[in-house]
């Protein structure tokens, strides 16, 4: 006996006891079981990815809105900063007109306060000079013609 052919007699024994023992079959079981695992897996893989997808695309729309609407109130902040700028202008400007014609009021009233003053001082000045011109120059005689003469109109208009 040749050991190439003890060594051909093993392999058949073990080819043969693999068979019996369907070892060809629980290879192919496993290696379908493998496969199907790995097939399921990647399955699992596919749709967690399309899941993803779909989330990070929800989230960059998301993102979108918001910085669309942060965008939108930044807007309408600078809106009414700028009516708040352009009330506050026509409000000092309003409040500038009143005080300078409040001032032109004060001046002119000042301006007549004081023409009325320098009118009756004038007038003052004028009847005391009056008076003494009429003390200086009026005696008994003249007084004495003009109470006459005014009782004699009294008459005439009244009786």
Known sequence: ?????????????????MIYLKVPGMVLTALDNRRETIAKELHDARRMRE????????YEAKRAAAEADAKAI????????????EE??????????????????RIAAAETKASDEVRAAAAEAAIAAAERMIRERMNDATQSALVAEGASELKRKFG
Request: no cysteine.
């Open 1 to 17: 006996m040749d050991a190439t052919f003890i060594a051909f007699v093993a392999f058949a024994i073990f080819f043969v006891l």
């Open 74 to 85: 930044v807007d309408h902040a600078k809106e009414q900063a700028a009516a708040v700028v």
């Open 88 to 105: 506050t202008r026509a409000a000092m400007a309003e409040a500038m007109r009143r005080r300078e014609q409040q001032a032109e009021d």
């Open 51 to 58: 899941e993803a997808e779909a989330l990070l695309a929800s």
